[in-house]
């Protein structure tokens, strides 16, 4: 076994890898970050497929120096523009579906830009955070393709600190986001083929994790089967906390970012309209967190890996990473509560409300 593939051997090359990259990216981050500019424009892009989003913005990129990156490099004038939700509610139906274009073999390739941005948030009304996000919105994009596409995601670093994007599926070991940490002011690209479909994640990988996980550095990964899911109304929740004092315990649980918005903005939907939800966990310093839905029950899918397998339920929780597809209908109108069934989750902002108007020729 030579020294590169001893465990030990690999470890002591990787920290020496790890400390010149540091190193390097220190020269590069001191030298770029002065220069960098993150212009925010308005963009009326559609990334659903189900008409205008509106509130989104897209992220013009700054000129980035050439630190890493997968052969060809896209220059960064040409990447497709990063998808930015301005809120809870926006989040909650904007799917970033990337750039399309089609492979000489026929499949599709969809590209995303995804940047790294030191920014303060409202975590609730009037409580500011200072996060670490991706695209300037905690949780990042939700990006979305098809199985077997092939993805590749550019990754800018205009944060102050070393990250990371972490993927779940599978992918070959130098995709995998954990050892090639891109410094401030440095990009990567990021590309395989999406598999097995599913909702899946992506996070920061770089330690301490703890702390880059509840700064803000996650969002979720929908890989959509070959055969889509039968037509519903989709929407996305992401649980999380923050710990807006750094005693290692969350002061606020929210879905989406912002603790209460779905009390304050409760979601309309219509009277036996299709429902899906894609819910995945990324509180971090409690184990579990979990939702529960009033005077329904829902099919829930877990990890949304299987079409065939599924619990009929109206409450599952969920460890920190673990996510699952949840697919039902309101059988009566009027408002009715969704929340953490852990009482101190609710009571500290993860809480919400369906108004469920009457289905159309229904009173
Ligand atoms: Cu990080």
Wanted: charge should be negative; aromatic fraction near 12%; proline fraction near 8%.
């Amino acid at each position: 076994m030579d020294e590169q593939h001893h465990p030990k051997g690999q470890l002591s090359l990787l920290l020496t890898r790890l400390s010149r990259r540091g190193f390097l990216g220190g020269l590069l981050g001191l030298g770029f970050l002065g220069t960098a500019t993150t212009a925010l424009t308005e963009s009326r892009r559609d990334y659903s497929g189900q008409g205008e989003q509106v509130g989104t913005k897209s992220i013009a990129p700054a000129p980035y120096p050439t630190h890493q990156a997968t052969t060809p490099e896209t220059p960064v004038a040409d990447l497709p523009p990063p998808l930015r939700v301005s809120d809870p509610m926006t989040f909650l139906t904007t799917f970033d579906y990337g750039r399309v274009s089609q492979l000489p073999d026929g499949r599709v390739r969809r590209e995303y830009t995804v940047i790294a941005l030191d920014q303060e948030v409202e975590v609730a009304s009037g409580v500011k955070f200072p996060a670490w996000t991706f695209n300037g919105n905690i949780p990042g994009p939700t990006l979305r393709c098809t199985e077997g596409d092939l993805v590749t995601i550019h990754f800018l670093n205009e944060s102050s600190m070393p990250h990371t994007l972490h993927f779940h599926g599978f992918h070959p070991a130098n995709m995998d986001g954990v050892f090639e940490v891109v410094p401030p002011g440095s990009r990567f690209s990021y590309e395989f083929t999406a598999e097995p479909f599913g909702l899946h994640l992506y996070h920061c990988h770089v330690m301490p994790l703890k702390k880059h996980i509840h700064k803000g550095l996650y969002g979720t990964f929908i890989i959509d089967p070959p055969q889509p899911r039968p037509k519903a109304r989709e929407m996305v929740f992401v649980m999380n906390g923050f710990d807006t004092d750094f005693d290692n315990e969350n002061e606020f649980y929210t879905v989406n970012g912002v603790a209460n918005f779905f009390v304050e903005h409760p979601i309309e939907v219509r009277q036996d309209e299709p429902l899906r939800i894609y819910l995945a966990n990324l509180t971090e310093f409690d184990l579990l967190n979990s939702i529960h839905t009033h005077a329904t029950f829902f099919k829930f899918y877990r990890t949304g890996t299987r079409l065939d397998q599924y619990e009929y339920t109206d409450t599952v929780m969920l460890c920190q990473g673990e996510r699952g597809i949840m697919e039902y209908s309101y059988k009566f109108p009027g408002m009715f509560m969704f929340h953490a069934h852990q009482s101190e989750f609710a009571e500290l902002g993860w809480m919400g409300f369906f108004k469920v108007l009457p289905a159309e020729g229904k009173a």
